[in-house]
Nanobody, 124 residues
Framework: QVQLVESGGGSVQAGGSLRLSCVTS????????MGWFRQAPGKEREFVAA????????YYADSVKGRFAISRDNAKNTVYLQMNSLKPEDTGVYYC?????????????????WGQGTQVTVSS
């Protein structure tokens, strides 16, 4: 079983930036793809971004393309989400997850293991 711990959330004004981190343990990190999802109050959890096992391929939701960047450091067992030009609609709890591939995470939303989430609040 993989354990995931997210960090880096906070409160920012619109236009600001945040960098989320997710540290994993329990399994070989580069054996699985990683993804970020978010859930706003009263809404379903939605896909944000995913990255392949070796970091060579990335996937993004249309709503964050050009503003967010996912990356991973396999030596540190960590995946990152750099969020720029934040908007109030980016507010929510952000979760990282593992999966067999980035495309699978984007298509199905079915991660194998999930972190506890980190809150991101963007004010206008």
């Amino acid at each position: 079983q993989v354990q995931l711990v997210e960090s880096g959330g906070g409160s920012v004004q619109a236009g600001g930036s945040l960098r989320l981190s997710c540290v994993t343990s329990g399994r070989t990190f580069n054996n699985y793809a990683m993804g970020w999802f978010r859930q706003a109050p009263g809404k379903e959890r939605e896909f944000v971004a995913a990255i392949s096992r070796n970091g060579g391929t990335t996937y993004y939701a249309d709503s964050v393309k050009g503003r967010f960047a996912i990356s991973r450091d396999n030596a540190k067992n960590t995946v990152y989400l750099q969020m720029n030009s934040l908007k109030p609609e980016d507010t929510g709890v952000y979760y990282c997850t593992t999966g067999p591939s980035g495309a699978y995470l984007r298509t199905t939303g079915r991660g194998d293991s999930w972190g506890q989430g980190t809150q991101v609040t963007v004010s206008s």
